[in-house]
């Protein structure tokens, strides 16, 4: 039997490549983003709750979507930080009080956030509010590890990398890649194929043991 999933900002690079991934493994996919059969604003709650009820059931959560607001500490005003939480924490809560009951009855699920290796690595002053959401995703897939894993349901993050996408590559100066390629200890610059294979393992059987964590696809440069 096919499992289902959703792919919140599954219209992106590295949201794309998941879809693609996970699509290509057996999965129906459903993406939630801005335009599509699913289309929400991420940054309504309300929004969030709605398309939720009307997506049913599914085997798998991967939330994929993130704001990018910047702001150092000294610019930073509410507006700019609650977007940014909205997105990027708030809606992959909604979706997994939503989603978490029916994987639980089936005995069965697998959430996924996608964070950041900016998380551990000295990230620019100006990333702050969103490198504070991705921290909380690793604190909220840990703190969710032991209550869902009672039914089964495994929850954990992926770290990318500074990865090619159209939206890195028109936001980012090329000197950018360069260095993150030099940090690495792998010297080539990541694609989103590079994420999304790490999810379809995540999202698998192979992985039923493995919860709570959170697996970089960074190249190595935690390490280098």
Same mark, same amino acid.
């Given at each position: ?9 599954g219209a ?8 693609r991934?996970l ?6 996919v459903?993406? @939630?983003d801005?335009e599509?059969?699913f ?24 939330? #994929? ?12 005003? %509410?507006?700019? =930080?609650?977007?940014v939480q909205s997105?990027?924490v708030? /809606?992959? %809560? =909604?979706?997994?009080?939503a989603?978490?009951?029916?994987? /639980? ?7 996924? +956030? ?5 998380? =551990?690595?000295?990230p620019?002053?100006?990333f ?7 921290a909380?995703?690793?604190?909220? #897939? &840990?703190?969710l590890?032991? !209550? @869902?894993?009672?039914?089964?349901i495994?929850?954990n993050c992926?770290? !990318?990398? %500074?990865?090619?996408?159209p ?5 980012? !100066? ?7 390629r030099a &940090?690495?200890?792998?010297p &080539? /610059? ?6 999304a ?16 964590q ?6 190595? /440069?935690? +390490?280098?």
């Open positions: 039997m096919r499992r289902t999933a959703v792919v919140t900002g992106g690079g590295i949201g794309g490549a998941i879809v991934e699509s290509g493994t057996g999965h129906d459903a993406i @939630l801005r599509g059969e289309a929400v604003d991420l940054a309504d709650s309300e929004a969030v709750h709605e398309v939720a009820g009307r997506l049913g059931p599914r085997d798998v959560l991967v939330h #994929a979507a993130a704001a990018f607001d910047r702001a150092a500490l000294e610019q930073l005003d %509410l507006p700019t =930080w609650r977007h997105v990027n708030e /809606s992959a %809560l =909604w979706l997994c009080q989603l978490a009951p029916a994987m /639980s009855e089936r005995g069965f699920g697998r959430i996924i +956030f996608i964070t950041s290796n900016t998380v =551990w690595r000295p620019a002053a100006d702050l509010p969103y490198v504070a959401s991705k909380t995703l690793v604190g909220i #897939a &840990r703190s590890a032991k !209550p @869902l894993g009672e039914s089964g495994t929850v992926v770290a !990318p990398g %500074l990865t090619r996408t939206f890195t590559e028109a936001d980012l !100066p090329r000197e950018a890649f360069d260095e993150a &940090r690495q200890a792998l &080539r /610059s990541l694609v989103p194929d590079d994420v294979g790490l999810v379809a393992f995540l999202a698998s059987d192979a992985a039923a043991a493995i919860t709570g959170t697996l970089c696809a960074d190249g190595g /440069s935690v +390490f280098a």
